[in-house]
């Protein structure tokens, strides 16, 4: 059951390029008066980059009143009529509303992409694989959207949830489908809020490449139900893209996936990195990889960088 773009079509433009801002972790709260620094950074962040889709990766909105908060989140996007993709996190659905609920009320939202609230038999929400057209009218790269959910369901086990068996399989099939229909592995991207279990594994073998600073553990959950492996077997995804730990922004290479952090674009509504801001990660069309940096809210730029690394 493949998730499609059909109100509104992302693609390369005529020189073969194709912009994404990250935002994560805003803990957005209407009304908050720090909230209003998020917004303010996430004005500028557009207005200078003008990135062809925005990604938030968690956490937006924590606070009630929610439809409000999301509604203030939301018009710095689509008053500029920039698409967007929504993965929600582990305090998305704490305040007054559900997680279906939150993601019935932005799938009614104008120029969401991931616009299904949830597929058949597949856990989570806003799930989705969305193609990014080249200037041949096919599909050039492929994003992906995934529910990492928030908090163990098994009597016994603390922390996070984790991937269910039914997404690594969606996302198996997602992939092989993507690939049958264009007669070649396409290039990916995967987006979603917690980290899974590799992160930290990779970040502590030295010997890997990586950028970036981490200042707190990994909080990824303690059960490993594999979606790195899919993702490895498969070949297509060469980056993922997470929020949840606030301070850290690293990327670092693992077996020729780049795992990556986004930049804390909240503000004292919770703990706070030195300056909030966004990833940027920039494709180019046919090429397999990507270039990314760090865009603070004054404007610096920080660990600009190409992946796969270059080779010393």
Known sequence: MMQTVSAQQLKFNKHGNFKIVQFTDLHYAAGAV?????I??????????????????????VKAPTSKGWDEVLDVVISRNIPYIVTLGNHDD???????????YLSKKPLLINNR???????????????????????AFTLYAMDSKAYSQVDGIKGYDWFGFNQVNWYLKESAKIEASNGRVIPALAFFHIPFPEYGIAFDKLANKRIGVRYENEGSPIINSGMYAAMLGRKDVIGTFVGHDHVNDYLVDYYGIGLAYGCFS???NTYVRDKNGARIIELKEGKKGFHTYIREYDGNILNRTDFPFKKQ
């Open 94 to 104: 704490e305040s007054e509303w559900s997680r279906s609920q939150v993601a019935d």
């Open 266 to 268: 909240g503000s004292e």
């Open 117 to 139: 609230a949830s597929l058949q038999e597949v856990d989570g929400v806003l799930n989705a694989s969305i193609a990014v057209m080249g200037n041949d009218h096919k599909a």
């Open 40 to 61: 303010k950074m996430m004005e500028s962040t557009l207005e200078s980059e003008k990135p062809d889709v925005v990604i938030f990766t968690g956490d937006v909105v």
């Open 34 to 38: 720090p909230s209003a620094k998020s």
